[in-house]
T-cell receptor, first 109, second 114 residues
């Protein structure tokens, strides 16, 4: 079926790296996205990766894509309190976009 | 450029009523898509409009409908409201289709059905 899986919670100490994992289902997805949602707001695009790439780096963000295992990860280096939010991954099979249920990132002092 | 604007931010309705939500996309964006967000089901796709035509529809009952105007502004309507329709409704605009262009989301309309 169509289901994007993410763990629901992650706690990380300030200054450490956060790694948020996602498993998607459809290998035909051309784009794979990471979105961030802060309280009371809509989703904000963080980054995306084309399916023909293995890795993409954008400042503190690194996206890794393992197409064989249909596994996507988002690494946030030097995690700050402002990174506290819900992170959604999304796949794009054929003509639609399917979101995971989101990982709530909690920053410990 | 101004971002995606959704109105109203909050709505309280009673069962059986109907409601209309509005979304103004980023200038130049021709696609508007709508999503329902609930704690249990997460973010679920409702429908997408592109140049006034419904391009795609999610798995929601016919009580949920939408339309897009020539200026790309979009409205969604929910008739005969049920308690389970309580949710955050998000719209997003994009230059191309919702599945191959980055989405720009509004802050949502929080609908409470009592």
């Amino acid at each position: 079926g169509e289901d994007v899986e993410q763990s629901l919670f992650l706690s990380v100490r300030e200054g450490d790296s956060s790694v948020i994992n996602c498993t998607y289902t459809d290998s035909s997805s051309t784009y794979l996205y990471w979105y961030k949602q802060e309280p009371g707001a809509g989703l904000q695009l963080l980054t995306y990766i084309f399916s023909n790439m293995d890795m993409k780096q954008d400042q503190r963000l690194t996206v890794l894509l393992n197409k064989k295992d249909k596994h996507l990860s988002l690494r946030i280096a030097d995690t700050q309190t402002g990174d506290s939010a819900i992170y959604f991954c999304a796949e794009t099979p054929q003509d639609k976009i399917i979101f995971g249920k989101g990982t709530r990132l909690h920053i410990l002092p | 450029k101004a971002g995606v604007t959704q109105t109203p931010r909050y709505l309280i309705k009673t069962r059986g009523q109907q409601v209309t939500l509005s979304c103004s996309p980023i200038s130049g964006h021709r696609s508007v898509s709508w999503y329902q967000q609930t704690p249990g089901q997460g973010l679920q796709f409702l429908f997408e409009y592109f140049s006034e035509t419904q391009r795609n529809k999610g798995n929601f009952p016919g009580r949920f409908s939408g339309r897009q105007f020539s200026n790309s502004r979009s409205e969604m309507n929910v008739s005969t409201l049920e308690l389970g329709d309580s949710a955050l409704y998000l719209c997003a605009s994009s230059e191309g289709s919702s599945y191959n262009s980055p989405l720009h989301f509004g802050n949502g309309t929080r609908l409470t059905v009592t």
